[in-house]
């Protein structure tokens, strides 16, 4: 599966964003879905994950309260609203799926080695 995310821009702090990640290819597939981030000059870093199932969620705790993950249909496209930018928010994102078995486990799913699809990343630029 091919994945394209897209939805950044440049946005004040206080504002919101909502990022979309498209899919092409197999994607009838259930797959685990997540979100990540890399700011300069930073490692690349989790941001929120779907299940394949939909019934788990997870978020970073930086995030937590302020970005929701969905999706539609429980496959693509796949979704980050995003509320209560800050600058720190800045970063390209990058979504990312795979179709095997998680664990019901945060550690399972905020790790980037777990995912074998990913798109290109996004831009979102936050100004104070």
């Known amino acids: 599966v091919q994945l394209q995310a897209s939805g950044g821009g440049l946005v004040q702090a206080g504002g919101s964003l909502r990022l979309s990640c498209a899919a092409s290819?197999?994607?009838?597939?259930?797959?685990?879905m997540g979100w990540f981030r890399q700011a300069p000059g930073k490692e690349r870093e989790f941001v929120a994950a779907?299940?394949?199932?939909?019934?788990?969620?997870f978020y970073a705790d930086s995030v937590k309260g302020r970005f929701t993950i969905s999706r539609e249909n429980a496959v693509f496209p796949l979704y980050l609203q995003m509320n209560s930018l800050t600058p720190e928010d800045t970063a390209v994102y990058y979504c990312?799926?795979?179709?095997?078995?998680?664990?019901?486990?945060?550690?399972?799913?905020?790790?980037?080695?777990?995912?074998?699809?990913w798109g290109q990343g996004t831009l979102v630029t936050v100004s104070s």
């Open positions: 779907i299940s394949r199932s939909g019934g788990s969620v």
């Open positions: 290819g197999r994607t009838s597939s259930r797959y685990n």
């Open positions: 990312a799926a795979d179709a095997g078995y998680f664990a019901g486990s945060y550690y399972n799913f905020n790790n980037a080695g777990k995912y074998e699809y």
